[in-house]
C-alpha cells in the first residue's frame, strides 16, 4: 500500500494527540484509556508504514492496573520519542518544487 506523505504527516499530527491524552492517562492511572490507545495504534500503525510503533503500542494494550504505574512511563516515553524521531524524519526530507 502506498500512503502519501501528507497522509503519513496527518497521522503523526493526531498521534500528537494520542500523546497528550496518553499523559493525562498515565496521571489518572487509567489503564482502560491506555490500553484502548495502544491497541488502536497497534492496528493502525503497520497500515501506515510505521513498523517501529508497532511493538510499543502491543505493551500499551497489555497493561494492567498494576503494571501501569510500572512500565506506563517508560512506554510514553517510547511513545514520544518515536513521534520526535519519526517527524524528525518527514521535516528533514528535501521539498521539490
Known sequence: MNISLETKLN???RRELDFSFLT???KKNSV???????HQLAG?????????????AIKMESLTEETLPEFGENLLYAYGKWLK???QKFESKPTIS
Open 85 to 87: 524521531d519519526t517527524k
Open 11 to 13: 497521522y503523526l499530527k
Open 32 to 38: 482502560e484509556e491506555f490500553n484502548r490507545i495502544g
Open 44 to 56: 493502525n500503525a503497520l497500515n501506515f508504514g510505521f513498523e517501529e510503533l508497532e511493538p510499543i
Open 24 to 26: 493525562e492517562c498515565l
